[in-house]
């Protein structure tokens, strides 16, 4: 069976050959996996995943720059126009994960700041290949000519293609901050509104841009974390009178085939975001509190499930009980729709030859 039609058939609720497997991974990983063995710059093809990630930049468009720089840090200010303060030393959990450092300041914090600034703030090409100086690329796009490669090679292979970005929610937040999006979407909700309209316009642009260049998707991963350990940042009520009327746009423009991500516990949030339309659920984290069995029988046969399958076992490198943890999920979740993926993604700590032995076991056990 072809990965396009695995994935569409999960969607779909048909009969599959085996569960689809696609994965998310921290940077430094990939390095650490080449000097290990890898003799590939795509892992994705190298272990024969089904989804194959395209992307667009959402981030703001301030033009970069270095601030200070001692022994131990650097500081930058990014394109989201955040003032970061990023480590140096290599074994520092931030320089080996894939956050790039911790934030210090936000240049828009105010309305009268976005009112100044919102015009460098428009769907453009660069985003398809951005490679910003000193944040950098998310995604490793040199230029259009690259990506159509990408878009070709995935199309030639029968890949599931996917357009992965940021929703409304988490774009203005990247730009102000949590703390401040949250306070403002008590105080002055209409602003924050105004600001996900925008953005909103920005992300439909973007697909047309795609469209227009003749890369159509067949997918779509929608990434806004809305939650923490203990439920939604915000209540039920604010999603509903804020949020959700965005979402329900967004996720009836992208169709079927999506799938939206929210680490954190979603006890609160999956019969929201299920109102509002979502077709998939991404990564079901269980370090955050959620019970993967209880959500897989609750929603299993209603979307997509992708996920739940726990990092944290994946970093013992132990043999023994990621086979047990493999078994017991996917063994579990394979009548369902569900896709395999960490619960998170999959960090530094996990060795090449666990990565190959975790998608061994989860061919062994996804056979359906």
Known sequence: MKSVDRIKATFEGEKTDRVGIVEYYW???????????????????????????????????????????????????????????????????????????????????????????KNLYKAEEWRLHSNPPLSGSWFGIRNMNHLKQKYEKALKNEKFKCLV????????????????????????????????????????????MLNNLGMKMDGYWVWGDIAYNKGLFFSPQMYREILMPFHKELFDALGKYMIYHTDG?????????FEAGIKGLNPIEIKAGNDFYKIVDEYGDKIVLTGGIDARILSTNDKNIIDKEIKLKVNYAKKKKYISHSDHSIPYHVDFDTYKFIIEKIKEYGTC
Not at 65 to 81: A, F, M, P, Q, W
Not at 265 to 273: G, M, R, W, Y
Request: glycine share 4%.
């Open 265 to 273: 516990n979603v006890k609160q949030a999956l019969p929201l975001l």
């Open 27 to 117: 940077g430094e990983t990939i390095k650490k996996w080449k000097r290990q063995g890898m003799d590939s710059d795509e892992p994705d093809y190298y272990f024969d995943h089904d989804i194959i990630y395209f992307f667009f930049d959402p981030r703001f468009g301030f033009k970069e720059r270095l601030i200070s720089e001692d022994n131990d840090y650097k500081v930058i200010y990014t394109i989201d126009g955040e003032t970061l303060k990023i480590p140096k030393d290599d074994k520092n959990i931030i320089s080996m994960s894939d956050v790039l450092g911790f934030p210090v300041d936000y240049t828009i914090k105010t309305r009268e700041d976005w009112e100044k600034y």
């Open 165 to 208: 970005f940021r929703e409304p929610y988490e774009c203005i937040r990247e730009v102000m901050g949590t703390d401040n999006i949250l306070f403002k979407m008590a105080e002055d909700p209409e602003w924050i509104k105004e600001m996900l309209r925008y953005n909103l316009g920005i992300t439909f642009k973007m697909m047309e």
